[in-house]
């Protein structure tokens, strides 16, 4: 699965950093995003702000690199777009 990261230029107050470089558990943000979803897709591609997705017909993950979600909320997520046969979620 393609998994595409959606680039968020902004800087976090008080921290004047982006959110993908602030560290939770000692890591920062985007190694822990790709950990994660590491078991679940095996490319990706990274846009900058405002740009636009590919057209592709493969299925696809796309997020903001300044969003945290977990193990748990991953799984689900993707059973539950399995479990309704519409693989258009992930795309």
Known sequence: ??????ESPRYLAPFNE??????IQNKPLWLHQR????????????LPANARLPQTREPCLV???NLYF???YI????????DTGRQDFLM
């Open 1 to 6: 699965m393609l998994k595409i990261i959606l």
């Open 18 to 23: 982006r959110a993908r470089d602030l560290r």
């Open 35 to 46: 950990d994660l979803l590491a078991p679940h897709t095996d490319r990706e591609m990274e």
């Open 63 to 65: 997020y903001r690199d």
């Open 70 to 72: 977990d193990e748990e």
């Open 75 to 82: 799984k689900i997520f993707l059973a539950d777009v399995r």
